[in-house]
T-cell receptor, first 110, second 114 residues
Framework: SQQGEEDPQALSIQEGENATMNCSYK?????LQWYRQNSGRGLVHLIL?????REKHSGRLRVTLDTSKKSSSLLITASRAADTASYFC??????????FGGGTRLMVKP | DTGVSQDPRHKITKRGQNVTFRCDPI?????LYWYRQTLGQGPEFLTY????????KSRLLSDRFSAERPKGSFSTLEIQRTEQGDSAMYLC????????????FGSGTQLSVL
């Protein structure tokens, strides 16, 4: 079973729009990470936010973390068709493994 | 640095057969992880190694599953007496201890048990 949940499970937007995905988790964390997965491929690390950080940016990505609510969000601005993929949050809870959520399947229509 | 490589990419087997998968991590990474992923779900942790030592194993992992990392480099994951429920993508990842556990994933081995 997975420790986190992501919302929505699926998201369909037009190219140029922003996409927001949310993630909730259950235990205290050292950091929270977001990964992307294209169909049938392995996961690629996108961005990491530490438990003492509230917001982080990387290119068109913006991640927020609210440890009081045990939640995080990933915002992709000015989406492109190439952003079509599944996005997963994963938390590191002081152990040596990441626990992944169920993912959000994003489709960006050209 | 060629990234994490997994072999084979696809495996089709009959129920009851044994299968073995191989993972070659990024050369300087001392941690290696195996995850399993079914369609529409996130990766589920199976086991992890630091160097050659297997330090953690999921309680969900059946006794039919065994993993090794004999020289602290490549790893193998064996499934004995496969069942249809073992059909999944098996993902390997590696990381450098102390580097925030940012994982680098291989492309996975897709197992189909008929």
């Amino acid at each position: 079973s997975q420790q986190g949940e992501e919302d929505p499970q699926a998201l369909s937007i037009q190219e140029g729009e922003n996409a927001t995905m949310n993630c909730s988790y259950k235990t205290s964390i050292n950091n929270l990470q977001w990964y992307r997965q294209n169909s049938g491929r392995g996961l690629v690390h996108l961005i990491l936010i530490r438990s003492n950080e509230r917001e982080k940016h990387s290119g068109r990505l913006r991640v927020t973390l609210d440890t009081s609510k045990k939640s995080s969000s990933l915002l992709i601005t000015a989406s492109r068709a190439a952003d079509t993929a599944s996005y997963f949050c994963a938390n590191n809870n002081a152990g040596n493994m990441l626990t992944f959520g169920g993912g959000t399947r994003l489709m960006v229509k050209p | 640095d060629t990234g994490v490589s997994q072999d084979p990419r696809h495996k089709i087997t009959k129920r009851g057969q044994n299968v073995t998968f191989r993972c070659d991590p990024i050369s300087e990474h001392n941690r290696l992880y195996w995850y399993r992923q079914t369609l529409g779900q996130g990766p589920e942790f199976l086991t992890y190694f630091q160097n050659e030592a297997q330090l953690e194993k999921s309680r969900l992992l059946s006794d039919r599953f065994s993993a090794e990392r004999p020289k602290g480099s490549f790893s193998t994951l064996e499934i004995q007496r496969t069942e249809q429920g073992d059909s999944a993508m098996y993902l390997c990842a590696s990381s450098l201890a102390g580097a925030d556990e940012k994982l680098f994933f291989g492309s996975g081995t897709q197992l189909s048990v008929l």
